[in-house]
């Protein structure tokens, strides 16, 4: 994660409203047309950044209220918060890391995806051109910037013996997550564990030097990572809500797809910490390469198969994320979600 996403002093994640009060009422508001619309709160997984662009453009471009929906989007502070947040109401939807929402679950949390929109991982392992690292086999005797217990770590793992690698090949340095960018510049660690659609742009404009990865997904491994998630309150008792929520969220991806500086431009004022306007070009740029599996290929955003949520399933039980392992149907609200 960024440095910049040390800077908290935004209102607090947990004191969000989850309704604003338009004159027809709390949690409705009117268009300029005089339209009804369903007040909703979307939670980012963190600080908004490039992967990000589609919410705003779809907001932007009237897309969601098209759907009913009057749309405010607010940041995050991780993954597993948003996770915890959507059960608890504090937030109508999120968007949250498919890991984060599998161990929540494990751990009894009551939340469901609607769909995974990031269906290849991003994750990775990045470093600097200069390294010469061109396959998992040059990482040995590498010192590698990664954060204890996260789903980046844990999987690490599987992907060294995926391609003929023991964990004593490299060494990992316990960073936390903010720092594991500042720790490759300062060449304290030879790289780093991160997500390719957001360190690594951000790390090559900090050094101004040329970032090269390794994707997981490359070499043998891949899972579900980024998608839209709600509480199972939302579900039971606002179905219809939901079912718009997601055609509104496809929709908007896919028209940023297709419009990606104008997509990027829609951010503009989204954060104090927003990155500069070439990182959030570079890392929607990424995102959009990480909409699709073999299985999903052609299809619109978000659409997921049962086959693509048990491998992620079964390779979050491997990497010890999940310790229980359910049926997909416990994780993802079929009902809800697109059809292929």
Same mark, same amino acid.
């Given at each position: 994660?960024h440095p910049r996403?040390?800077?908290?002093?935004?209102?607090?994640?947990?004191?969000?409203?989850?309704?604003?009060?338009?004159e027809?009422?709390?949690?409705?508001?009117?268009?300029?047309?005089g339209?009804?619309?369903?007040?909703?709160?979307l /939670?980012l997984?963190?600080?908004?950044?490039?992967?990000h662009?589609?919410?705003?453009?779809g907001?932007?471009?009237k897309?969601?209220e098209?759907?009913?929906?009057?749309? @405010?989007i +607010?940041?995050?502070?991780?993954s597993?918060? @948003?996770v915890?947040a959507?059960?608890?109401?504090?937030t109508?939807?999120?968007?949250?890391?498919?890991?984060?929402l599998?161990?929540?679950?494990?751990q009894g949390?009551?939340?469901?995806?609607?769909?995974?929109f990031?269906?290849t991982t991003?994750s990775s392992v990045?470093?600097?051109e200069?390294?010469n690292v061109?396959t998992?086999?040059?990482l040995?005797?590498?010192t =590698?910037a990664?954060?204890?217990?996260d #789903?980046?770590?844990? !999987?690490?793992?599987?992907?060294?013996?995926k391609?003929?690698?023991k964990e004593?090949?490299? /060494?990992?340095?316990? !960073?936390?997550?903010?720092?594991?960018i500042?720790?490759?510049?300062s060449?304290?660690t030879?790289?780093?564990?991160?997500y390719?659609?957001d360190?690594?742009?951000?790390m090559?404009?900090? #050094?101004?030097?040329?970032?090269s990865?390794? +994707?997981?997904s490359d070499?043998?491994l891949?899972?579900?990572?980024?998608g839209?998630?709600?509480g199972q309150r939302?579900l039971?008792?606002?179905g219809?809500?939901a079912? +718009?929520m997601?055609?509104?969220v496809?929709?908007?991806?896919a028209? #940023?797809?297709?419009a990606?500086?104008p997509?990027?431009a #829609?951010?503009?004022?989204?954060s104090e910490q927003l990155?500069?306007?070439?990182?959030?070009s570079?890392?929607?740029?990424t995102?959009?390469?990480?909409?699709?599996?073999d299985?999903t290929?052609?299809?619109?955003?978000?659409?997921?198969?049962?086959g693509?949520?048990?491998?992620? =399933?079964d390779?979050?039980?491997?990497a010890?994320?999940?310790?229980?392992?359910?049926?997909?149907?416990?994780?993802?609200?079929s009902g809800?979600?697109?059809?292929?």
């Amino acid at each position: 994660m960024h440095p910049r996403r040390l800077l908290i002093g935004l209102v607090p994640l947990f004191l969000i409203a989850t309704t604003a009060c338009g004159e027809d009422g709390a949690g409705t508001t009117t268009s300029d047309s005089g339209k009804k619309l369903d007040a909703v709160t979307l /939670t980012l997984n963190w600080y908004p950044y490039g992967e990000h662009a589609p919410f705003y453009y779809g907001k932007q471009r009237k897309i969601f209220e098209k759907h009913g929906i009057d749309l @405010t989007i +607010r940041a995050g502070q991780g993954s597993q918060k @948003t996770v915890q947040a959507t059960a608890a109401g504090q937030t109508d939807f999120g968007w949250a890391d498919t890991p984060a929402l599998l161990s929540g679950v494990d751990q009894g949390v009551g939340v469901k995806s609607l769909g995974v929109f990031l269906q290849t991982t991003p994750s990775s392992v990045q470093f600097f051109e200069s390294e010469n690292v061109t396959t998992p086999a040059d990482l040995k005797g590498k010192t =590698i910037a990664g954060t204890a217990g996260d #789903a980046l770590t844990k !999987t690490f793992p599987i992907f060294l013996e995926k391609n003929g690698l023991k964990e004593s090949d490299v /060494t990992i340095q316990n !960073t936390d997550p903010a720092g594991k960018i500042a720790a490759v510049i300062s060449g304290k660690t030879d790289a780093l564990l991160g997500y390719a659609s957001d360190q690594g742009p951000t790390m090559k404009n900090k #050094a101004k030097k040329e970032v090269s990865y390794l +994707r997981f997904s490359d070499h043998g491994l891949n899972f579900y990572s980024n998608g839209l998630i709600a509480g199972q309150r939302i579900l039971a008792e606002r179905g219809d809500l939901a079912r +718009r929520m997601v055609r509104a969220v496809s929709e908007s991806w896919a028209a #940023a797809e297709k419009a990606p500086d104008p997509a990027v431009a #829609a951010m503009g004022g989204a954060s104090e910490q927003l990155p500069p306007k070439n990182v959030l070009s570079e890392q929607f740029a990424t995102t959009v390469t990480l909409l699709h599996t073999d299985a999903t290929r052609g299809a619109a955003p978000g659409v997921n198969t049962e086959g693509d949520w048990r491998r992620t =399933i079964d390779i979050m039980a491997r990497a010890g994320l999940v310790k229980s392992p359910k049926a997909v149907q416990e994780y993802w609200d079929s009902g809800t979600a697109l059809k292929g």
